[in-house]
């Protein structure tokens, strides 16, 4: 093929033959048993799964929409139905330390049943426990030994009284207690009586009172012991009367639960407890402490003690649990413990202990997306604590954090046996592995997802086998074999190449739906989809997106901004960038200028002095720049200033794929040959000459063909892309069509002098074995225009000949001569 000649209209888009995918609907294919090109990953997701040794945890990665959650859920439920279903996790009431509540671990569903029976337990006990004290036999026998000790008391004080007596002293009991007063006549004396008296008769009265006063003080510090031992009394009564009660209640719950001591331990600790607050009057108004305060208006408000806080209930678990937690906050991760207002301030008690992921999780798997977790504070940190130490310790944040924090509960931990699953994107993975150095020794195990596969016939068919499991599981109606190879299509332009197939799974969704919507809108009974709606479903979408390009081409053809699609201008070529809005890439022409002048051999790039060039656009340059010397002055000085510069740009210029075409403006200003404006150019040039691949093809030269084809087709239009971006072409249909009739041309380059030539017509000049260049040529045009510069900034000898200075006549260059 000559350098001029064009790619062929099939080459610009690799077309799905629907004949060769041997069906005539996708209702006739069978669904996937695998991920379609995920072989590899799905092979590192079973091998983390099944190791069983600690830090082999795993991270997902891939792009989104490439059906990984699907897969990694899929693999993840076979293993755990084969797994072993976890123990129910329970919280209990600490009895000896109320604020570091027990942690119990029960056969998975027996949680459920010893909660409804402890909760039923606390709902008899009141009316059982009021019964029992209610009891005539047990008031007769609390009456008596209440009498019993008031009779001691009151019999002991009539005994002293007797006694003081015989010393004409009375014991009287007054409002301010029992006092002793001198007696006449069987009656106290007046205070009148006894001041008549002799002072030797009041000395010694005085003296018997003070006495008997003394007698009867000790007399009174011995009821404090006595009131005691009625206490214990009334509490053995109480404890007689209870344990049959208690006995009863309990009889059906310790032959229940007779096979797990745990169980019974606590249901002893709950009757001796219900002794001992019986005894002290404390089941009738709670008042010890803030926990038993909540929810008053319950009957068994206060006897929340007895009940059970069911952590996790595995009773209809089948197999090992598979969790996924969209919220990885700390508390959904680690569990929290909640509060709530009580006269003392923010109270809690054990049953407001809330379980995390990692308590729903434990004994099997949690999957969870790295961007959410690292984007919620400390959870990180919790999680990494957690999967090191072995055990899930539900505290605070502020606590975890070690600055401080409410008092609140200190829950025994639960440990922590499961497979965590972080699935999220590389970049993220990469700064994890270079940051963190606890993240490399907990995942171990990495799945990378793959972004395409090769576009193979048999792949093509495994792919019309996902297209139809897609389908079903949204519900949409048969798409047939024409309809099918256009999503193929589809997909390989959205891989951006045309032998590859995307396995973005969610692109392929939103087409299939949007297809079936302009299906269903064309008619109202549709029972199999075709190519027609797909077309319009894809038009429709172009709209949808067209504000961003349809102002730039009509800013274009107004004359806002200065694009030439005909004539010829030296210095001057149309260059092709891509922009990316929301997710959708949109191209364009930009026009590229250069000049060149004698100087000190510097390219200025004017994107750059002004900070509107990105860095590896600024490399593009200087790698332009390394080019000119190493070619053209190889053995004299590069004595050129040159400036190159976007036109018309005001925002960040970034990437390389305009190198090439600002070394052609900048040959083409140095040579003064004029470039064809009717042509555009994308893509990025090495040191020797060579140019590189590039991104967004379809898209540049979509753009370009768009300006060209509002302002009218010549047949002279084209764009001019690197022969190695050619297997990505997968240009629109229009385009294929206008290359078809020979109104637009697509071009492949592999070097700078082939872009030359198609964009000046004329030769390139390849040196002769003298390292001669052919007259007239490019690269003889460029040569002489340099060798003039540097004559100028480094006047010849007298005598001498410019043309036939040495530095001239050995001007042959490296990328062409190999020398």
Same mark, same amino acid.
């Given at each position: 093929?000559?350098?001029?000649?064009?790619?062929?209209?099939?080459?610009?888009r690799?077309?799905?033959?629907?004949?060769?995918?041997?069906f005539?609907?996708?209702?006739?294919?069978?669904?996937?048993?695998?991920?379609?090109?995920?072989?590899?990953?799905?092979?590192?997701?079973?091998?983390?799964?099944?190791?069983?040794?600690?830090?082999?945890?795993?991270?997902?990665?891939?792009?989104?929409?490439?059906?990984?959650?699907?897969?990694?859920?899929?693999?993840?439920?076979?293993?755990?139905?084969?797994?072993?279903t976890?123990?129910?996790?329970?919280?209990?009431?600490?009895?000896?330390?109320?604020?570091?509540?027990?942690?119990?671990?029960?056969?998975?569903?027996?949680?459920?049943?010893?909660?409804a029976?402890? $909760?039923?337990?606390? #709902?008899?006990l $009141?009316?059982a426990?009021?019964?029992?004290?209610?009891a005539?036999?047990?008031?007769?026998?609390?009456?008596?030994?209440?009498?019993?000790?008031?009779?001691?008391e009151?019999?002991?004080?009539?005994?002293?009284?007797?006694?003081?007596?015989?010393?004409?002293l009375?014991?009287?009991?007054?409002?301010?207690? =029992?006092?002793f007063?001198?007696?006449?006549?069987?009656?106290?004396?007046?205070?009148?009586?006894?001041?008549?008296?002799?002072?030797?008769?009041r000395?010694?009265?005085?003296t018997?009172?003070?006495?008997?006063?003394?007698?009867?003080?000790e007399?009174?510090?011995?009821?404090?012991?006595?009131?005691?031992?009625?206490?214990?009394?009334?509490?053995h009564?109480?404890?007689?009367?209870?344990? @049959?009660v208690?006995?009863?209640?309990?009889?059906?719950?310790?032959?229940?639960?007779?096979?797990?001591?745990?169980?019974?331990?606590?249901?002893?600790?709950?009757?001796?407890?219900?002794?001992?607050?019986?005894?002290?009057?404390?089941l009738?108004?709670?008042?010890?402490?803030?926990?038993?305060?909540?929810?008053?208006?319950?009957?068994a408000?206060? #006897?929340?003690?007895?009940?059970v806080? #069911?952590?996790?209930?595995?009773?209809?678990?089948?197999?090992?649990?598979?969790?996924?937690?969209?919220?990885?906050?700390?508390?959904?991760?680690?569990?929290?413990?909640?509060?709530?207002?009580?006269?003392?301030?923010?109270?809690?008690?054990?049953?407001?202990?809330r379980?995390?992921?990692?308590?729903?999780?434990?004994?099997?798997?949690?999957?969870?997306?790295?961007?959410?977790?690292?984007?919620?504070p400390?959870?990180?940190?919790?999680?990494?604590?957690?999967?090191k130490?072995g055990?899930?310790?539900?505290?605070?944040?502020?606590?975890?954090?070690?600055?401080g924090?409410?008092?609140?509960?200190?829950?025994?931990?639960a440990?922590?046996?499961?497979?965590?699953?972080?699935?999220?994107?590389?970049?993220?993975?990469?700064?994890?592995?270079?940051?963190?150095p606890? =993240?490399g020794?907990?995942?171990?195990?990495?799945?990378?997802?793959?972004?395409?596969?090769?576009r193979t016939?048999?792949?093509?068919?495994? =792919?019309?086998?996902?297209a139809?499991?897609?389908?079903?599981?949204?519900?949409?109606?048969?798409?047939?074999a024409?309809?099918v190879?256009?999503?193929?299509?589809?997909?390989?332009?959205h891989?951006?190449?045309a032998?590859?197939?995307?396995?973005?799974?969610?692109h392929?969704?939103?087409l299939?739906?949007?297809s079936?919507?302009?299906?269903?809108?064309?008619?109202?009974?549709?029972?199999?989809?075709?190519a027609?709606?797909?077309?319009?479903?894809l038009?429709? $979408?172009?709209?949808?997106?067209?504000?961003?390009p349809?102002?730039?081409?009509?800013?274009?053809?107004?004359?806002?901004?200065?694009i030439s699609?005909?004539?010829?201008?030296?210095?001057?070529?149309?260059?092709?960038?891509?922009?990316?809005?929301?997710?959708v890439?949109?191209?364009?022409?930009?026009r590229?200028?250069?000049?060149a002048?004698?100087?000190?051999?510097?390219?200025?790039?004017?994107?750059?002095?002004?900070?509107?060039?990105?860095?590896?656009?600024?490399?593009?340059?200087l790698?332009?720049?390394?080019?000119?010397?190493?070619?053209?002055?190889?053995?004299? @000085?590069?004595?050129?200033?040159?400036?190159?510069?976007f036109?018309?740009?005001?925002?960040?210029?970034?990437?390389?794929?305009?190198?090439?075409?600002?070394?052609?403006?900048?040959?083409?200003?140095?040579?003064?040959?004029?470039?064809?404006?009717?042509?555009?150019?994308t893509g990025?040039?090495?040191?020797?000459?060579?140019?590189?691949v590039?991104?967004?093809?379809?898209?540049?030269?979509e753009?370009?063909?768009?300006?060209?084809?509002?302002?009218?087709?010549?047949?002279?239009?084209?764009?001019?892309?690197?022969?190695?971006?050619?297997?990505?072409?997968?240009?629109?249909?229009?385009?294929?069509?206008?290359?078809r009739?020979?109104?637009?041309?697509?071009?492949?380059?592999?070097?700078?002098?082939?872009?030359?030539q198609?964009?000046?017509?004329?030769?390139?000049?390849?040196?002769?074995?003298?390292?001669?260049?052919?007259r007239?040529?490019?690269?003889?045009?460029?040569?002489?225009?340099?060798?003039?510069?540097?004559a100028?900034?480094?006047?010849?000898?007298?005598?001498?000949?410019?043309?036939?200075?040495?530095?001239?006549?050995?001007?042959?260059?490296?990328?062409?001569?190999?020398?």
């Amino acid at each position: 093929m000559s350098l001029s000649c064009p790619l062929s209209p099939d080459a610009l888009r690799r077309r799905s033959d629907p004949d060769a995918l041997g069906f005539a609907s996708t209702a006739e294919l069978s669904p996937l048993p695998f991920a379609l090109g995920q072989e590899r990953a799905e092979e590192a997701i079973a091998f983390g799964l099944a190791i069983a040794h600690p830090g082999y945890h795993i991270f997902v990665m891939g792009e989104p929409g490439e059906s990984r959650h699907t897969t990694l859920f899929r693999l993840v439920r076979e293993l755990a139905a084969k797994g072993r279903t976890p123990p129910d996790l329970c919280y209990l009431h600490n009895f000896a330390e109320p604020r570091a509540p027990r942690l119990l671990r029960l056969p998975a569903g027996r949680g459920a049943r010893l909660k409804a029976d402890l $909760r039923q337990l606390t #709902l008899d006990l $009141r009316p059982a426990i009021e019964a029992a004290l209610n009891a005539d036999s047990h008031v007769d026998r609390v009456k008596a030994l209440r009498e019993k000790h008031k009779k001691r008391e009151e019999e002991a004080i009539a005994v002293l009284g007797k006694a003081s007596e015989a010393e004409a002293l009375g014991l009287i009991n007054t409002p301010e207690g =029992f006092v002793f007063m001198p007696m006449q006549d069987g009656q106290p004396m007046s205070p009148e009586e006894f001041e008549a008296l002799p002072a030797e008769a009041r000395q010694r009265i005085e003296t018997q009172v003070e006495a008997w006063s003394e007698k009867l003080a000790e007399l009174l510090s011995e009821f404090p012991g006595w009131r005691q031992e009625l206490n214990r009394a009334l509490a053995h009564a109480e404890r007689h009367a209870l344990r @049959p009660v208690l006995a009863h209640l309990t009889r059906d719950l310790r032959r229940h639960y007779a096979d797990l001591a745990e169980v019974i331990r606590f249901i002893d600790a709950i009757c001796d407890d219900v002794i001992q607050r019986a005894a002290k009057g404390l089941l009738e108004e709670e008042d010890e402490t803030d926990e038993d305060q909540e929810n008053a208006e319950d009957d068994a408000a206060h #006897l929340l003690r007895y009940q059970v806080n #069911l952590l996790v209930d595995h009773g209809e678990t089948r197999g090992a649990p598979v969790a996924r937690e969209d919220n990885p906050g700390f508390g959904n991760l680690i569990g929290r413990i909640e509060h709530f207002p009580s006269a003392h301030g923010q109270a809690t008690h054990f049953n407001m202990i809330r379980p995390g992921a990692l308590h729903r999780a434990n004994g099997g798997y949690l999957v969870l997306d790295a961007a959410r977790l690292f984007g919620q504070p400390f959870a990180w940190d919790g999680l990494k604590r957690a999967l090191k130490s072995g055990q899930i310790a539900i505290e605070p944040p502020a606590e975890a954090q070690g600055w401080g924090g409410q008092v609140t509960l200190s829950p025994a931990p639960a440990p922590c046996q499961l497979k965590v699953i972080l699935v999220g994107e590389r970049e993220l993975f990469a700064l994890l592995t270079e940051n963190d150095p606890d =993240f490399g020794e907990l995942f171990k195990v990495v799945a990378d997802f793959a972004d395409d596969l090769p576009r193979t016939l048999e792949n093509e068919r495994r =792919f019309a086998r996902l297209a139809a499991d897609i389908g079903r599981h949204a519900g949409l109606p048969p798409f047939d074999a024409p309809a099918v190879a256009l999503l193929m299509e589809e997909a390989a332009r959205h891989a951006e190449h045309a032998g590859r197939l995307s396995l973005s799974t969610r692109h392929m969704n939103d087409l299939m739906r949007e297809s079936s919507f302009y299906a269903h809108q064309a008619a109202e009974d549709v029972h199999i989809i075709g190519a027609k709606a797909v077309r319009a479903a894809l038009a429709a $979408r172009g709209r949808r997106v067209s504000r961003y390009p349809r102002a730039v081409l009509e800013d274009i053809l107004e004359g806002g901004i200065l694009i030439s699609t005909e004539g010829e201008r030296a210095g001057q070529a149309n260059a092709l960038v891509v922009v990316e809005l929301a997710g959708v890439c949109h191209g364009h022409p930009a026009r590229v200028t250069a000049t060149a002048r004698v100087g000190d051999g510097d390219v200025v790039d004017i994107e750059r002095e002004t900070e509107l060039g990105g860095a590896i656009h600024s490399k593009g340059v200087l790698i332009l720049t390394a080019f000119l010397a190493a070619r053209y002055a190889r053995h004299q @000085p590069l004595s050129l200033s040159a400036s190159l510069v976007f036109e018309q740009s005001y925002g960040q210029v970034e990437g390389d794929s305009a190198s090439l075409a600002e070394l052609c403006a900048l040959l083409s200003a140095l040579a003064q040959v004029p470039i064809r404006q009717s042509l555009a150019i994308t893509g990025s040039v090495n040191q020797f000459g060579e140019v590189q691949v590039i991104g967004g093809v379809n898209e540049k030269i979509e753009g370009f063909f768009d300006l060209c084809a509002a302002r009218g087709l010549t047949g002279e239009q084209g764009v001019l892309i690197p022969a190695a971006s050619q297997p990505h072409l997968m240009l629109r249909p229009d385009v294929v069509d206008a290359a078809r009739a020979g109104r637009f041309h697509i071009y492949t380059v592999a070097t700078v002098d082939e872009a030359m030539q198609i964009l000046t017509g004329l030769p390139a000049g390849t040196p002769d074995t003298r390292g001669m260049l052919p007259r007239d040529s490019i690269n003889e045009k460029v040569a002489k225009a340099l060798a003039e510069m540097t004559a100028a900034q480094h006047p010849r000898r007298e005598g001498e000949s410019l043309l036939l200075r040495k530095p001239l006549r050995h001007n042959r260059f490296n990328a062409l001569s190999g020398s």
